[in-house]
């Protein structure tokens, strides 16, 4: 009920290419989802996040769309770039309450 | 701001020896998380505070780990005694809300030999 499934472990895309992380969740009560980036060294940062009360959300390249009757939502980077190679998390958490559920990340590595 | 603060970086240590590992969250974040990362596990979460007050403990792995918060601007996670399955990188994080964005250190990175 609290687990957020992320696929594919690892990506690789080709420059220019669209690169897309899917995630799933089981608990309808989860209403905030956001995606974290993580470069190697570093600390997850947020990168986008959505509600369920929009399908789709795009900041710049990076596009959530967002099926909340499949309980799915999914990560999009248009164009990719080898400076978009990191890790990706994707998760999830209920506005009131304390956690936030991370899934398991998606290794992407961008071809130059 | 300068974010979230972590230290030491990079710890090595003998199995046996005690490690604390210490975090300054952002200037007015309610709440502070501390995680674990590792290839296998993924991203963990460990303990949480809200206020200074310990809120959810169940992710702390063992007897071993625990955690303090004695003021809003500093936290430890101690590990006694350590043990080499314990290596992994720490991150601490802080937020205004837990439910919204979190904003994380630059982790501290264990190795327990």
Same mark, same amino acid.
């Given at each position: 009920?609290?687990?957020? #499934?992320?696929?594919?472990?690892? $990506?690789?895309?080709?420059?220019?290419?669209?690169?897309?992380?899917?995630?799933?969740?089981?608990?309808?009560?989860?209403?905030?989802?956001?995606?974290?980036?993580?470069?190697?060294?570093?600390?997850?940062?947020?990168?986008?996040?959505? &509600?369920?009360?929009?399908?789709?959300?795009?900041?710049? &390249?990076?596009?959530?769309?967002?099926? #909340?009757?499949? /309980?799915?939502?999914?990560? !999009?980077?248009?164009?990719?770039?080898?400076?978009?190679?990191?890790?990706?998390?994707?998760?999830?958490?209920?506005?009131?309450?304390? /956690?936030?559920?991370?899934?398991?990340?998606?290794?992407?590595? %961008?071809?130059? | 701001?300068?974010? %979230?603060?972590?230290?030491?970086?990079?710890?090595?240590?003998?199995?046996?020896?005690? %490690?604390?590992? &210490?975090?300054?969250?952002?200037?007015? !974040?309610?709440?502070?998380?501390?995680? +674990?990362?590792?290839?296998?596990?993924?991203?963990?979460?460990?303990?949480?505070?809200?206020?200074?007050?310990?809120?959810?403990?169940?992710?702390?792995?063992?007897?071993?780990?625990?955690? /303090?918060?004695?003021?809003?601007?500093?936290?430890?996670? /101690?590990?006694?005694?350590?043990?080499? &399955?314990?290596?992994? %990188?720490?991150?601490?994080?802080?937020?205004?809300?837990?439910?919204?964005?979190?904003?994380?250190?630059?982790?501290? +990175? $264990?190795?327990?030999?």
């Amino acid at each position: 009920q609290q687990q957020v #499934k992320q696929s594919p472990q690892s $990506l690789i895309v080709q420059k220019g290419g669209i690169s897309i992380i899917n995630c799933a969740y089981e608990n309808t009560a989860f209403d905030y989802f956001p995606w974290y980036q993580q470069f190697p060294g570093k600390g997850p940062a947020l990168l986008i996040a959505i &509600r369920p009360d929009v399908s789709e959300k795009k900041e710049g &390249r990076f596009t959530i769309s967002f099926n #909340k009757s499949a /309980k799915q939502f999914s990560l !999009h980077i248009m164009d990719s770039q080898p400076g978009d190679s990191a890790t990706y998390f994707c998760a999830a958490s209920m506005i009131g309450g304390f /956690k936030t559920i991370f899934g398991a990340g998606t290794r992407l590595f %961008v071809k130059a | 701001d300068a974010g %979230v603060i972590q230290s030491p970086r990079h710890e090595v240590t003998e199995m046996g020896q005690e %490690v604390t590992l &210490r975090c300054k969250p952002i200037s007015g !974040h309610d709440y502070l998380f501390w995680y +674990r990362q590792t290839m296998m596990r993924g991203l963990e979460l460990l303990i949480y505070f809200n206020n200074n007050v310990p809120i959810d403990d169940s992710g702390m792995p063992e007897d071993r780990f625990s955690a /303090k918060m004695p003021n809003a601007s500093f936290s430890t996670l /101690k590990i006694q005694p350590s043990e080499p &399955r314990d290596s992994a %990188v720490y991150f601490c994080a802080s937020s205004l809300n837990p439910a919204w964005e979190q904003y994380f250190g630059p982790g501290t +990175r $264990l190795t327990v030999t």
